[in-house]
């Protein structure tokens, strides 16, 4: 659907580019010509994949570690990747979460999910958009969301909470950078299964018919994610700024996505924590809760 060579010449970083759709995102952008960069916290993970695009595609893709947690950590990748030229986009793709009673929830397990989710997501924006401004040179930062930013979503209060502000980031920079040449925007993306989602966010006992009560019957393609992203941070959206583009089939205007587990007992919430490794709740706190990175 795209010009061959529609990110051709441009950088581009994309957190949390080893797997799931940072990884889809990361391949279609080399398809169409772009200088590709990767990070994440698991460098064997994100070699495979660059090793995999260079060997399939013959482009050229970095893998770095980085945890985005760190902001320090973060400022370091981003001044070695400008020692070899300015990027031209960043993909905010990095994230957490896991289905919780809200109310059990340990201070551990919120920034858990905070941490990379909104903390990562603002110190690569910050330290690219300094560069950025600093060297009059223009950008693109996309940043991936969901649509709980449209109607918020029960037991994953802390991930609707990062995302949200991540989106209220996006409005206020468009003000402030567009001026700068430097354009903000957003996916809100639906049902895009991946493994880690999948694990944390459809564990066993949940509705086994949500996809079909999608208005269009079924999931996201990754590709149908990585060609939107694709026009979005190319030079053809260059008069989008600010906005967020939802791409759900719809299924948003029917429902939260998180209904069904209201009807969930004790017994199978106290289940889904010992899967994730917690130790039964004491006086209403559990402990030991841990956050799996996932892409939305």
Known sequence: MFEK????GKRILVTGGGSGLGAAMGRRFAELGAELIICGRRIEVLEATASQMRADLGARVDAISCDVRDG?????????IWRDGPLDVLVNNAAATFIAQTEQLSFRAADAILAPT?????????AAGKRWIEAGHGGVVLSILSTSTITGRAFTVPSAMAKSAILAMTKSLAVEWGPKGIRNVAIAPG????????????PEGRDQNWAARNPLGRVGEYGELANLASFLISDSAGYINGEMVVQDGGAHLRSSGAEDLLQWTDAQWEKQRMARGERPSVNGTAKAERATDVSV
Not at 5 to 8: N, S
Not at 72 to 80: F, K
Not at 192 to 202: N, S
């Open 191 to 202: 049902a895009f299964p991946t493994a880690g989602a999948m694990g944390q966010l459809r």
């Open 118 to 126: 909104l903390h990562g997501t603002m110190y690569c924006t910050f």
């Open 72 to 80: 320090a950590g973060v400022d370091a990748m981003m001044g070695a």
């Open 5 to 8: 060579d529609l990110l051709r």
